[in-house]
């Protein structure tokens, strides 16, 4: 199979910006769809829109011309595009499932109309909620406790079908706790994004509950290499893997490792532990090791190293 020209949607977004600038390497053209409610187009290098091998297009999953307009002539899709913050889904939970579950499947419908050759779905490991077992394979039940993690399953509910009807070849990635450069910060954003904001203010570090609680982290470039693995391999059609490091991190070692990377002293502020937050999550990435040769090559302190010396936070000592 030979892909030459691919749709990323949300690449302008913070997985989604890093994922171009590597297709770009290899295909000869990528296309984006956003609609910059969170990507920005200052994260895809001017380079990259000189060279001539990105089209972008202003536009929205949920908008079907705009959508098939996107894949004309586009051999594959890699779909990043998606509402991820899980209070938002609980406050706006129709407004999630309008984008996350239809606009999922009319990109997946036209897809098919399109006669895409592969579908790439990047999911979350959310799907899972309070695990029964630790490591989290794939044979764990999901059991998703937010309408954004409902709208994840529901969506490789339907990629899993129309892979089993012939229709669409595709594959379904659940990501775990994804970091690196260009992920931006708001009220929703990840730990490690927050710790690094507070950092930069010189404030303390809030860890909620005793700091016990466990994350698998995984860069941002090891996730890109688990992309471009299930894109390029025919044989894994229809399987959902885990995408992590298969290594459990407590919030308490990442606040102490990023305070000692950055060489600063700020306290460690302890905070009541929030509601329904999950205690433990980390995944076993044995299935895709075995079956798309992944390896993520970037321990927590190495991708933390990259992280905080591209904003000028890494410690000259370090």
């Known amino acids: 199979m030979k892909i030459s020209n691919v749709l990323v949607t949300g690449g302008a977004g913070f997985i989604g910006s890093h994922i171009v600038a590597k297709l770009v390497e290899q295909l000869d053209c990528v296309t984006i769809l956003d609609n910059l409610s969170t990507g920005k187009l200052s994260n895809i290098s001017p380079k990259l829109w000189d060279s001539g091998l990105v089209k ?122 994804v970091y690196g450069p260009k992920q931006g910060l708001n009220d929703y954003s990840g730990v490690i994004t927050k710790f690094m904001d507070r950092i930069k203010q010189k404030l303390p570090l809030i860890v909620y509950g005793d700091g016990s609680q466990t994350r698998d982290f995984v860069y941002v470039q090891d996730v890109v290499n688990a992309i471009l693995l299930a894109l390029e391999n025919t044989r894994v059609d229809g399987e959902v893997f885990n995408i992590g490091t298969g290594k459990a991190t407590t919030i308490q070692e990442l606040a102490e490792t990023m305070l000692s990377l950055t060489n600063t002293n700020l306290e460690i502020a302890k905070a009541p532990a929030r509601s329904g ?40 000592k370090k």
């Not at 899993?160 to 012939?166: D, S």
């Open 277 to 316: 937050d999950i205690k433990d999550s980390y995944a076993n990435i044995s299935k895709a090791n075995k079956l798309l040769g992944f390896e993520p090559v970037f321990p927590l302190k190495n991708g933390l190293k990259d992280l905080l010396s591209e904003i000028g936070l890494l410690s000259s």
């Open 56 to 177: 972008f297009v202003k536009g929205d999953i949920r908008d079907t011309l705009a959508v098939k307009r996107c894949l004309i002539d586009v051999d594959a899709v890699l779909h990043l595009a998606a509402q991820t913050s899980v209070p938002f889904s609980v406050r706006n939970p129709s407004v999630n499932d309008e984008i996350n579950i239809k606009g999922t499947s009319n990109l997946l419908h036209s897809s098919v109309e399109a006669k895409v050759e592969k579908f790439i779905f990047v999911s979350s490991c959310a799907v899972y909620g309070n695990p029964v077992y630790l490591p989290i394979d794939e044979k764990q039940p999901p059991n998703p406790i937010s309408p954004y993690a409902e709208s994840k399953l529901a969506s490789e509910k339907e990629c899993v079908h129309l892979n089993e009807q012939g229709q669409l070849k595709n594959v379904v990635l659940r990501l775990f706790n």
